[in-house]
Nanobody
Framework: QVQLVESGGGLVQGGGSLRLSCAVSGRTVNSYNMGWFRQAPGKEREFAASITWTGNTYYADSGKGRFTISRDNAKNTVYLQMNSLKPEDTAVYYC?????????????????WGQGAQVTVSS
């Protein structure tokens, strides 16, 4: 049984930083694609970042230069470091894991999801 548990969300002022964690059980993070998505109220879930099983990283344009995705194989955990946060980054952030051969830019490319972590950035 695959489970993902996010933590690290919260309220931060604009320009601040947060690090989200995603602890995974039932699947090793370096054997599958791992992704972070976010969903703001009234909007569709959108891609934020991904780290493939090979260790390659990809980012949405909105987060390039500010977000960093990484993984700790020993802890079987994936992280999303978010710096220079803006009010428009406010959303629920979801961690997900998917097959090696799926499109990691879209939600349908993932088969297991965490419960989500709220990130709120004040202006």
């Amino acid at each position: 049984q695959v489970q993902l548990v996010e933590s690290g969300g919260g309220l931060v002022q604009g320009g601040g930083s947060l690090r989200l964690s995603c602890a995974v059980s039932g699947r090793t993070v370096n054997s599958y694609n791992m992704g972070w998505f976010r969903q703001a109220p009234g909007k569709e879930r959108e891609f934020a970042a991904s780290i493939t099983w090979t260790g390659n990283t990809y980012y949405a344009d909105s987060g390039k230069g500010r977000f960093t995705i990484s993984r700790d194989n020993a802890k079987n955990t994936v992280y999303l470091q978010m710096n220079s946060l803006k009010p428009e980054d406010t959303a629920v952030y979801y961690c997900a894991t998917g097959s090696l051969y799926s499109n990691f830019y879209v939600p349908s490319g993932y088969d297991y999801w965490g419960q989500g972590a709220q990130v709120t950035v004040s202006s």
